[in-house]
C-alpha cells in the first residue's frame, strides 16, 4: 500500500486533499487549475498525473471493464435497480422522494421499464446498505494497512 504522508508523526489533517469525482466536469475543471498551478509554482513536484493516483483509477476502470467482458449477460434485478437508483439520487444531491414522483412513474411506464420505483424509506435502507458495505471496506483496509505497519517496525 502507499503512503501519501512520510515521517515520524504523520497526521490526518497534513493529508494532501484530492478534487471532487461526483460530477465529470467539475473535477476535469479543478484538475486542469490544479496542474496549471502545479506547473507554474514549481517544476520539480510529482505531476499531477501521480497526485491524484490517475494510475490507480485507469487500473480500477481497467479491472471493471474486464469484469464486465467476461460476464456482459448480468441480469439486471430489482435489487441492483433500487442499489444503482439510490446511488444515483445520492450522487445528484437528489430528494430521496424522487421514485415517489409520478412524472417519473410514467415515464419509466412509457418506457416500459418493469422495475417498481423506490420510495424515500427504500432509497434510505439502500443508502444504509452501501454506507455498511463501504465502511467495512475502509476498516479492512485500515487493518491490512495497521498490520503491514506494524510489521515493517518489528
Known sequence: MERTLTGDNPCFEDEPLIPKLNNLATHAKECKK???ATV??????DPIEEQINLKKSVE????YLRNGDLNPNIAP?????LRLFAAWILDESLPWTTGE???LALLFKYLKVNFKLPSDTTVRNQLA???KELHGKVVREFTVSNNQTLHTFD
Open 101 to 103: 414522483a409520478p412524472t
Open 129 to 131: 446498505l452501501i454506507f
Open 60 to 63: 480500477l476502470m481497467r479491472e
Open 40 to 45: 507554474e509554482d514549481a517544476e520539480d513536484e
Open 34 to 36: 490544479r496542474y496549471a
Open 77 to 81: 434485478t430489482q435489487k441492483g435497480f
